[in-house]
């Protein structure tokens, strides 16, 4: 069970240091240019550089803790942390009808859910 969870909170990771890497480094007008990120329209620049931000620090979560043996609880709490960042997420796309994206974010939320307790129950 410890590889599963390694090989889901490595995949986690890099979704969540890739979209919060581009978050902060793009600007508005570049992050709305993208079809899948028109939802970005509804957020001030400096709310967006957030969001980026607390996805880049979750992705980190996933994995430093383990991979430095630090405080194992960060794991899971980074993993469930970024679970409430896709329900939001979810709730933003249902309200601007993206039916495709809240399916994404639903599914990530269950994968981050899992390897939260997961981590938590020590496997």
């Known amino acids: 069970m410890n590889v599963v969870l390694w090989i889901l909170q490595s995949m986690l990771a890099a979704v969540f240091l890739g979209v919060g890497v581009a978050k902060l480094w793009k600007d508005k007008v570049s992050l709305t240019d993208d079809p899948n990120s028109k939802w970005a329209e509804d957020f001030s620049p400096p709310t967006l550089k957030f969001i980026g931000g607390i996805e880049l620090l979750g992705?980190?979560?996933?994995?430093?803790?383990?991979i430095f043996d630090l405080e194992p609880i960060l794991t899971p709490l980074a993993a469930y942390g970024l679970a409430l960042v896709m329900i939001g997420a979810a709730?933003?796309?249902?309200?601007?009808?993206?039916?495709?994206?809240?399916?994404?974010?639903?599914?990530?939320?269950?994968?981050?859910v899992g390897v939260g307790s997961g981590r938590l129950m020590g496997w």
């Open 59 to 66: 992705g980190l979560g996933l994995l430093l803790p383990g």
């Open 91 to 112: 709730v933003v796309h249902g309200r601007r009808k993206e039916k495709q994206n809240i399916v994404v974010n639903l599914g990530l939320m269950v994968i981050l």
